[in-house]
């Protein structure tokens, strides 16, 4: 750390308030250069005892430590306050990189220039704030007037340092001030190609890219646009992430090079696979058939399961007794479906499969019943509850999957609204604030990265809908997985009064496995449709015993449950997870939840979760850091 040593002081608050740090230029010229150096604090020396004498020090020391009253002796004397040391650094350079505000505040008072450049790297004292991520005083600096489009002596300004040195808070307040995001540095390069070049992680090129950065700018040396740098980097996360936001793979750098002929020359068979297979996948949705079927592709996939669901029950049910034929066939049928889903555009239509099959399942279970168990001919109550059920289970699913979940939705310039108040507030905390989003986030919200988005009281995101579950469709998920379980409950009962009537079991001659011959040979079919509604009765009573046990006794969502009971772990504490300020007592978390007024014996309170925002910056209960 070169030169810095001497100035050093207690490195316990080196990222936060209080005694941080000082570093001389020298450490700076390497740091800003490198790009993701970080600081050893373990190196730093201990901090100095308060009973230590301030009153030898030179005002560079006292600036360093804070030491207000002994640099407002020093000035008083005639220390000229624009005057920088040896090593062209000034005070306000020195006060910056330790988050002195007062002392700021002084040094500009007495007429201090809040962008004059020193240093090694030759910035200004913004330039140090920001490469230390001092939010408050990067905010103090710009009320006094510091120009954030100062470039340094590498040619980064202020954005360009925000997102190199990762400070995504910081970064979010200075586009709130109206620096562009795909403003230039000196070089030509926006802050996405810095990030996709010299940055190995998903955040920042995440984070500008939700701040509409532009996938398809070029710099003006060599035009590499932010894809071509990410390439050269090898950064695969960044490479990804521009990809799915619809960065080209054919544009052409000034040597005439796209970022696949880039991957080839950095020699990355990684890279070289993703491109190309992005490229194909484009050329082919340009097809009117892919668009058709992009389109439709609940409805498709809901007919691939079906179709294979059904197949397999139909080969195993057939009257042929050889099990070689039948298990060619299933191999065929396996086969031709694998064959489909590979030529089914990626991993939209992946991510459908648990939802759509378990729609299938749940259409063959209503197949069998008319045409295996309602011919034995149930009792109209029977009929009319399994009607009932059926009707209930449909609407319940269809509410969870299409209702609003509860997203956090807010205008850009409500956004930035947001981030000017919580920044200058002191509250720009991931607690409080997502980053990803750019919004405040309510109390209880959680952002889900499987949406991109922050839900409202978000229990999970389930494979079974393919979406959220949240404050406006929890309930709908509950009541869905109440009805699937009778559902099961329905086919357990048709399967046994079938296998009862048209079976020949005698369990005391024939013995279990002997039974279970029987069953294979009498109805291969309902054995089929027996096992399905098994497993999906089993893990829907599972998981609806869990979430009643959450809503009923703890008054929590499972993300808060397992964020608290994480944060205990940590902590090594064993409070109950009932003591809450969300659980009410079984009765009225019940009523609470669903909305149950019984006659007016309840009065639950209707609470929109979108616009319940915690009163301070210390009472968020649950600490989530969930920011991307």
Known sequence: MGRGRRHSVGGAAAFGGGAAPPFAPAFYSQFGKSGDQTMDISQQPKKRSHMDDSSSWDIVKATQFGILERCKELVEAGHDVRQPDKENVTLLHWAAINNRSELIKYFIAKGAIVDQLGGDLNSTPLHWAIRQGH???????????????????????????????????VAAYLMAKGQEVDGPDCNGQTPLMLAAQKIIGPEPTNFLIKNNA?????????????????????????????????????????????????????????????????????????????????????????????????????????????????????????GLIHLASRNLPGPAFQSLVPATALMASVFWMVVTWFLWFLPDGPSATVQVLFTLNITALLYNYLRACRTDPGFVKATEEEKK????????????????????????????????????????????????????????????????????VLMGAWMFYGCLVYWTTHCALRYQDQGLWGVMATLVSCSPWLLCIFLLAFYHACWSGLVLLLQL????????????????????????????????????????????????????????????????????????????????
């Open 135 to 169: 939010l408050p005083m990067v905010i103090q600096l710009m009320r006094y007037g510091a120009d954030p489009s100062v470039a340094d002596g590498e040619g980064y300004r202020a954005l360009h340092l925000a997102i190199l040195f990762q400070h995504m808070a």
């Open 417 to 484: 609204m947001n981030v000017l108040v919580l920044a200058e507030a002191g509250c720009l905390d991931p607690r409080i604030f997502c980053t990803s989003c750019m919004i405040k986030k309510p109390m209880r919200a959680n952002h889900c990265f499987s949406c991109d988005a922050c839900v409202a009281k978000q229990d999970h995101h389930s494979m079974w809908t393919n979406g959220c579950i949240g404050a406006r469709n929890h309930h709908y998920f509950i009541l869905f997985l109440f009805s699937l």
């Open 549 to 628: 046990y959450q809503i009923a006794f703890l008054g929590l969502t499972s993300a808060e449950r397992m964020s608290l009971t994480h944060h205990q772990r940590k902590l090594r504490q064993t409070a109950s997870l009932r003591q809450n300020p969300y659980n009410l007592g079984v009765v009225r978390n019940l009523a609470s939840f669903f909305h149950l007024r019984c006659c007016g014996l309840f009065k639950p309170a209707v609470i929109d979760w979108t616009q319940q925002f915690p009163p301070g910056r210390d009472q968020h209960m649950f600490g989530h850091t969930d920011m991307v």
């Open 214 to 334: 532009s996938v398809s700018g070029v710099d003006k040396v060599n035009r590499n646009t932010p894809l071509h740098c990410a390439v050269l980097a090898g950064n695969v996360d960044a490479a990804g992430i521009l990809l799915k936001a619809g960065a080209s793979v054919d544009a052409e750098n000034v040597n005439g090079h796209t970022p696949i002929d880039v991957a080839h020359q950095v020699n990355s068979p990684l890279l070289v696979h993703m491109l190309n297979q992005v490229k194909q996948e484009r050329i082919r949705s340009n097809s009117r058939c892919l668009r058709i079927i992009n389109r439709y592709r609940v409805f498709l996939q809901f007919l691939l399961c079906t179709a294979f669901l059904g197949s397999v029950g139909a080969i195993v049910d057939m009257n042929s007794e050889s099990w070689l034929l039948k298990a060619i066939l299933l191999c065929c049928v396996i």
